[in-house]
C-alpha cells in the first residue's frame, strides 16, 4: 500500500491564480479530509468527506473547494490564491467509525504552498 | 466553541530528562482523545484514548485521560534526542458517523544531547 498520497509536494501561486491539490489514498478509506498547519496554530481543518459523493464544510473552508467521485481520491481545489493561503495542507484519511478498527487517521506527506 | 488547548508550547529539555504534555480540552460530545508525533512531514499516530484512567504505554511514551476533568497528559520518561518533534493532541467529537478531529497548537519538544 503507499497510503496516502499528495501531489505537488512545493508549489508557488501567484495571487489570483487557482489549482488543485490532489490526495488519494489505496486503503479503501471511507473519510478523508483536508487540514492546513500554519505556525502556532496547529492543524485546522478546511474540508472533510464521510465517503464518495459526501463533502462537508471543516472549520476554515472559505477559499477552498472539495470533491469527492471516488472513494480513492479527495482533490482540495483554491478558488483564487490569496497569500492567507500560504500554509502546509495535509490530507488524512481513515476507516468509517463504528468498523472496530483503531480509527487511526493517516496522513499524506504534505503540500508546501506559498502565495506571494 | 471547541477548542483544544495544549501546554507549554515549547519545551527545551536534556536527555535522560521526563517530560510531561498536556493537552485540556472543551468540545460537545466527546468520542476520543488523540495524540500524534511530528517530525519534519507528516504526523505520525502515538495513541488514542477514550476511557478515563486507562494509561496507554509504548516504551517510554505513555498517555493517560480524565474525562472528568476534560485533559490528557503524554509522558516521555529517560529522552531521547530523537524524541525531538512537535507533539499534537487532537480530540474527536461530534456524531458518530463524522467525527470531526480538532488539533491543539502543538507543543514543540526539544532534547539537546
Known amino acids: 500500500n503507499a497510503g496516502v498520497t499528495q501531489t505537488p509536494k512545493f508549489q508557488v501561486l501567484k495571487t489570483g491564480q487557482s489549482m488543485t491539490l490532489q490526495c488519494a489514498q489505496d486503503?479503501?478509506?471511507?473519510?478523508m479530509s483536508w487540514y492546513r498547519q500554519d505556525p502556532g496554530m496547529g492543524l485546522r481543518l478546511i474540508h472533510y468527506s464521510v465517503g464518495a459523493g459526501i463533502t462537508d464544510q471543516g472549520e476554515v473552508p472559505n477559499g477552498y473547494n472539495v470533491s469527492r467521485s471516488t472513494t480513492e481520491d479527495f482533490p482540495l481545489r483554491l478558488l483564487s490564491a490569496a497569500p492567507s493561503q500560504t500554509s502546509v495542507y495535509f490530507c488524512?484519511?481513515?476507516?468509517?467509525?463504528?468498523?472496530?478498527?483503531?480509527?487511526?487517521?493517516?496522513f499524506g506527506p504534505g503540500t508546501r504552498l506559498t502565495v506571494t | 466553541e471547541d477548542k483544544v488547548v495544549q501546554s507549554p508550547l515549547s519545551l527545551v529539555v536534556h536527555e535522560g530528562d521526563t517530560v510531561t504534555l498536556n493537552c485540556s480540552y472543551e468540545v460537545t460530545n466527546f468520542r476520543s482523545l488523540l495524540w500524534y508525533k511530528q517530525e519534519k512531514k507528516a504526523p505520525t499516530f502515538l495513541f488514542m484514548l477514550t476511557s478515563s484512567g486507562i494509561e496507554k504505554k509504548s516504551g517510554r511514551l505513555s498517555s493517560i485521560l480524565d474525562k472528568k476533568e476534560l485533559f490528557s497528559i503524554l509522558n516521555i520518561t529517560a529522552t531521547q534526542t530523537g524524541d525531538s518533534a512537535i507533539y499534537l493532541c487532537a480530540v474527536r467529537h461530534g456524531s458518530s458517523n463524522t467525527g470531526k478531529l480538532i488539533f491543539g497548537q502543538g507543543t514543540t519538544l526539544q532534547v539537546k544531547p
Open positions: 488524512a484519511s481513515r476507516e468509517r467509525l463504528g468498523t472496530g478498527g483503531s480509527y487511526e487517521q493517516y
Open positions: 486503503m479503501n478509506h471511507e473519510y
